[in-house]
Structures are given as structure tokens and as C-alpha cells.
């Protein structure tokens, strides 16, 4: 079992920063892709950023490379996700999430979630 809690979801205006951490506690294995994934309303829920525990290799969805930067701190078992120049089109739940098996941009993929956290960038 893994447990996640994500936080540093908020309001904020267009061109602003963000900080999104997740906690992850329990069986982490170091070979696990740990991922970001965010669900606006009436919409499905869609692959922001991945990142391994060891090693750091990184995988970004098109719409967000350049602005966010995914990362991680394997002695906190943190992983964090940098959100730059926001747009209000970034509006949505973020949720942290632990790859089990299969395409690392799909969220059948992944096994363990948190509960998310909003995040809301105005125009």
C-alpha cells in the first residue's frame, strides 16, 4: 500500500506561480514512476508529468512543457510539481499518483492516488 496526500493547490492569477507537493508514505518502491495528473470539470482526467524515483527521468504532457518542472526528494519521499506562468486554462484538481503498469499517460496506469488539490488560475 501507498499512501498519498497532495498540497499548495490555490487561487491565483494568470502569470503566477504554484507549488504542488505530494507525500508519499508506506510501500514506495524506488523504481516507481511517481506522476501529476489534473481533471477539469466535465472533463477527463489528463497526464501532466512523470517523473522515477531513482534516477529523475522526467516525461511532461506538450501543454504544460516549459512551464512546469516535475521533481523529487527520495530522503522526504516528496515529489513536486513547479507551475510557472499559469494560465486559466490550468484550472483544475491536481492529483498525485503511483505508475503501477502501462502507458505512464494513462491513468489506468497507476494504482495508488491521492486525494488532490485545486487549483484555480483566474484571468
Known amino acids: 500500500q501507498v499512501q498519498l496526500v497532495e498540497s499548495g493547490g490555490g487561487l491565483v492569477q494568470a502569470g503566477a506561480s504554484l507549488r504542488l507537493s505530494c507525500a508519499a508514505s508506506?510501500?514506495?518502491?524506488?523504481?516507481?514512476?511517481m506522476g501529476w495528473f489534473r481533471q477539469a470539470p466535465g472533463k477527463e482526467r489528463e497526464f501532466v508529468a512523470a517523473?522515477?524515483?531513482?534516477?529523475?527521468?522526467?516525461v511532461y504532457a506538450d501543454s504544460v512543457k516549459g512551464r512546469f518542472t516535475i521533481s523529487r526528494d527520495n530522503a522526504k519521499n516528496t515529489v513536486d510539481l513547479q507551475m510557472n506562468s499559469l494560465k486559466p486554462e490550468d484550472t483544475a484538481v491536481y492529483y498525485c499518483?503511483?505508475?503501477?503498469?502501462?502507458?505512464?499517460?494513462?491513468?489506468?496506469?497507476?494504482?495508488?492516488w491521492g486525494q488532490g488539490t485545486q487549483v484555480t488560475v483566474s484571468s
Open positions: 517523473i522515477i524515483w531513482r534516477g529523475g527521468s522526467t
Open positions: 508506506g510501500r514506495t518502491a524506488s523504481n516507481y514512476y
Open positions: 499518483a503511483a505508475h503501477h503498469s502501462g502507458s505512464l499517460y494513462s491513468p489506468l496506469a497507476y494504482r495508488y
